[in-house]
Antibody, heavy 124, light 111 residues
Framework: EVQLVESGGGVLRPGGSLRLSCETS????????MSWVRQAPGKGLEWVSG????????DYADSVKGRFTISRDNAKNSLYLQMNSLRAEDTALYHC?????????????????WGLGTMVTVSS | QSVLTQPPSVSGAPGQRVTISCTGS?????????VHWYQQLPGTVPKLLIY???NRPSGVPDRFSGSKSGTSASLAITGLQGEDEADYYC???????????FGTGTRVTVL
């Protein structure tokens, strides 16, 4: 069974740091690009960052550029998101996601596999 | 502020056909980038409905169809059912931003 399981969320003050992890299983991890997608309470979907299957190509949404760092460990079948200088507007449910339906996409978009997410709350 | 614009809401009676538009620009849909569509039921993770403009993943009913023309794309739902009440999002890649982008989202209501 294909699974993505996020962890590492929590409640913290503005300016704090957090590292999210996404453990994967059930598919050949290093064959696929991966992404982080977030959803603030009551709001729409926002793509946060993506990493190619080799890890060579990486991109970020403008809203997190310079503060967040995505990485992957293909030996551990895991995806990470280092979040620094957190702001109240970063409060959201963070999902890792990929697309097994189309292996050609750079960051796994055509996301047919989603984790349940890990909640990050930034509040003073 | 999303670069892909969708109507906030659409509605229809059971059995009717509704369409949801996704308007982009020459740096995303108009640049030939594929469009994908997601359905999000309340309290659940998004589900891929259409990928690469007009392809349905296994298990998605053929009541859902996608199309693309110029700088826009559309999702059509025929034979609308109560279980189709959900939020729908389009998604593509933007060359100028070098980023994946989601649409603003559309709430479908079955009257």
């Amino acid at each position: 069974e294909v699974q993505l399981v996020e962890s590492g969320g929590g409640v913290l003050r503005p300016g704090g740091s957090l590292r999210l992890s996404c453990e994967t299983s059930g598919f050949t991890f290093d064959d696929y690009g991966m992404s982080w997608v977030r959803q603030a309470p009551g709001k729409g979907l926002e793509w946060v960052s993506g990493i190619s299957k080799s890890g060579i190509r990486i991109d970020y949404a403008d809203s997190v550029k310079g503060r967040f760092t995505i990485s992957r460990d293909n030996a551990k079948n895991s995806l990470y998101l280092q979040m620094n200088s957190l702001r109240a507007e970063d409060t959201a449910l963070y999902h890792c996601a990929t697309g097994l339906v189309d292996r050609s996409t750079l960051y796994g978009d055509a996301f047919d596999i989603w984790g349940l997410g890990t909640m990050v709350t930034v509040s003073s | 502020q999303s670069v892909l614009t969708q109507p906030p809401s659409v509605s229809g009676a059971p059995g009717q056909r509704v369409t949801i538009s996704c308007t982009g620009s020459s740096s995303n849909i108009g640049a030939g980038k594929d469009v994908h569509w997601y359905q999000q039921l309340p309290g659940t993770v998004p589900k891929l409905l259409i990928y690469d403009n007009n392809n349905r993943p296994s298990g998605v009913p053929d009541r859902f169809s996608g199309s693309k023309s110029g700088t826009s794309a559309s999702l059509a739902i025929t034979g609308l059912q109560g279980e189709d009440e959900a939020d729908y999002y389009c998604q593509s890649f933007d060359n100028s931003l070098s980023a994946c982008v989601f649409g603003t989202g559309t709430r479908v209501t079955v009257l």
